[in-house]
Structure formats: C-alpha cells, structure tokens
C-alpha cells in the first residue's frame, strides 16, 4: 500500500487479503479471495499449477518437482479478484497509499472511542500502537454481565450495521471482536458503530433480557447452539464435509 513491504520487514511468505485491504467486498463474511507471495528460495515448493507466462502466452506449470502439490480446488471468487485489480489499477500508486493511511487514522479513532466504554478492552501488547486493525476483547463484560461477543454481535445488528468478525477459532484473545473501519468509514460512521458498541454493554448492565433475546428486527434468530454446524446430520454442503464431520464425531464418543 506504499507505506511498508512484507520482505523488508523480513517475511518468507505472505497472503493478502483482496476482500479487505484491496477493496473487493466480505460479502457478508464471505466469499474472500486472497493473493499469495514468497520470497524466491520459496517459490519451488508452491502448490501446482503455477501460471507462468512466455512471451506473451500464460501457461499453467505442473512440472515443479519439488512442489507440494494441489492443495485443493479453486473456487473461482473471479469477480473478487477482477475488483481488486481494476480498484489497485485505478487509485494508482499515491491513491492506495492514502487509502492506507485514512484506514489507519480510522482505526485509531475508533480505538480512542472504543476504550472508553466498560467492559471493553485490547488485550496483549498494552501501550503499543495498533495500526489498521484491533482484536478487542469484552470478557470483563462476560465477567460482570454473563454476556460476551457472541451475545453483543447477536444485539448490533439491531441497529442496521453488520454484525463484527470475532475471531479464528480457537480464541486466543477471550470474548474477541474484531471491528475494521476501512478507509471507506466516515467519522460519522466511526461513531456510530462505537455507540453501537456502548449502547449494547449498557444494555447487558442494565437491561439483561435485551441481549439475551437480540435480534430484535432482523429476518433471522439468533443461532443458539454453535455446535450444530458440526453435526453432519444437519448440516453439510458436501459428500465429502458429511464424513469428515462424521469421522470427527467418531472420534470424540
């Protein structure tokens, strides 16, 4: 983005994420795309096919001996992938720097509004910056209220913004919610969402049934039990996904 570059700062390999930093959408949490680089003595071992180009011909490349091998299939995102260009292409070197830049400055502003509010805090690496994004955690709100990230991410949708992305499994930061006010956010926005955040941890100290009933005004319920997207029975979008999660099942009785 014209401010920092991943093999300066001593990286062997790096994915970028198209869907946030390269402006192509979530999609409501998905599809994503991603690109991939590495550092020359790397290259060897990348997943096949690799395109690689002649002249003026592309080529897919299988013959690398010392590859990994196909990883898995290719699920197409081509329309993520085609935004992501046409949006790197039109902002231009200087663009992109300052869309790096605004997106920073964002994020530091919600910060400052965000740790205000009780219960919220950003565990690890205290009284160090943070640039583009935060992991935030609310487990003093799940401390003194019983209610954390799921049940607060179930309440903002409520107020006509998309509910935050938590975290990977597993949770290395407790109750984690994970805001990411892009270089698109207006200040309007930025506080917006933070009174969201406050409103909602006001409402689980003061008005428990609130929370624990959210959402309110959506078309969908709140997804009681988590574990149901490990059942096989219920839910599998392949042949392949219903016996893995068969076998899992197995394996924990």
């Known amino acids: 983005m014209g401010i920092a570059r991943a093999k300066e700062a001593g990286f062997d390999a790096c994915h970028f994420n198209l869907h946030k930093t390269f402006s192509s959408p979530h999609g409501c949490e998905g599809?994503?795309?991603g690109a991939y680089g590495c550092t020359e003595k790397l290259a060897p071992y990348l997943p096949i096919p690799v395109v690689t180009k002649t002249g003026e011909r592309y080529h897919l490349d299988y013959n690398r001996p010392k590859s990994v091998g196909k990883i898995r299939s290719f699920y197409g995102n081509l329309e993520c992938i085609l935004k992501a260009y046409a949006w790197i292409r039109s902002m231009g070197p200087e663009g992109l720097k300052t869309a790096a830049e605004i997106s920073v400055l964002n994020n530091q502003y919600l910060e400052h509004l965000l740790?205000?509010?009780?219960?919220?805090?950003?565990?690890?690496?205290?009284?160090?910056?943070?640039?583009?994004?935060i992991r935030y955690s609310l487990e003093k709100l799940k401390e003194n209220t019983g209610f954390g990230s799921h049940e607060i991410q179930n309440r903002m949708v409520d107020f006509g913004i998309q509910s935050y992305w938590l975290s990977h499994h597993p949770f290395v930061v407790p109750e984690p919610f994970t805001p990411e006010p892009c270089e698109s956010y207006s200040k309007e926005d930025i506080e917006y969402w933070a009174g969201v955040i406050e409103q909602a941890c006001k409402e689980a100290r003061e008005t428990p049934e609130v929370i624990r009933t959210a959402p309110h005004n959506q078309s969908v319920h709140q997804i009681r039990d988590f574990n149901q997207a490990e059942d096989a029975d219920r839910w599998a979008t392949t042949w392949r996904a219903y016996q893995k999660k068969k076998k899992k099942c197995t394996e924990r009785e």
């Open 115 to 133: 740790m205000q509010i009780d219960g919220v805090t950003h565990p690890y690496a205290e009284g160090k910056p943070r640039f583009e994004q």
């Open 31 to 33: 599809p994503a795309a």
